[in-house]
């Protein structure tokens, strides 16, 4: 992950920037290509894009704050999303939720831990509603889950994250 925003970094950006020949209405690709290379969209970064193209600040943090699929706060290398929906609420998602807290140790409003491993969140559906209770873990779909279940999945990628650290 890139903790630094650096020059080698700004020419990255330059380069999405002339992808989509600096126009306004590729606005939202470029930051979604942004955020693929930071995980987030960095303050820094926002405002050279204004400058670069051109386009008040205002209106590049109003199109980055509005849509919830951007973050301004740096997230994990495994984003975990835990369903409250309706069908995942009554089948104990709230359970799913704090085990998953407790797990990663994250009090309060806190959603990364310390180590940026994991980033947890919390959305109002995913479309599983059969699979009830139902998380997310870098894009791929678990449903039926248990905390038991939940706890396994978690070891199993800090297992394989201290695998790939040893490599």
């Known amino acids: 992950m890139v903790n630094d925003i650096s020059c080698r970094n700004f020419e990255k950006v330059n380069k999405i920037l002339e992808k989509y020949d600096y126009k306004p209405s590729n606005l939202i690709s470029i930051f979604q290509e942004v955020q693929e290379i930071y995980r987030y969209l960095p303050e820094e ?9 051109g386009i008040a600040p205002s209106r590049i943090f109003g199109v980055a704050t509005f849509y919830e699929s951007f973050s301004l706060e740096p997230k994990g290398k495994n984003l975990i999303k835990v369903c409250d929906g309706t069908a995942c609420h009554v089948r104990n998602s709230d359970k799913i939720l704090s085990t998953t807290k407790e797990i990663l140790n994250l009090k ?3 959603k990364t831990t310390d180590d940026m491993l994991f ?11 059969g699979l009830a209770p139902v998380i997310v873990i870098n894009d791929k779909v678990y449903g039926n889950m248990t905390p038991e ?16 650290q040893d490599s």
């Not at 980033?119 to 995913?126: I, N």
Request: hydrophobic fraction near 40%.
């Open 45 to 53: 970064i926002l405002v050279y894009i204004s400058t670069a193209m």
């Open 108 to 110: 309060g409003d806190t």
């Open 119 to 129: 980033t947890l969140e919390t959305v109002s559906c995913l479309g599983a509603c």
């Open 149 to 164: 279940k939940v706890r396994q999945l978690i070891n199993d990628i800090k297992e394989a994250s201290c695998n790939d």
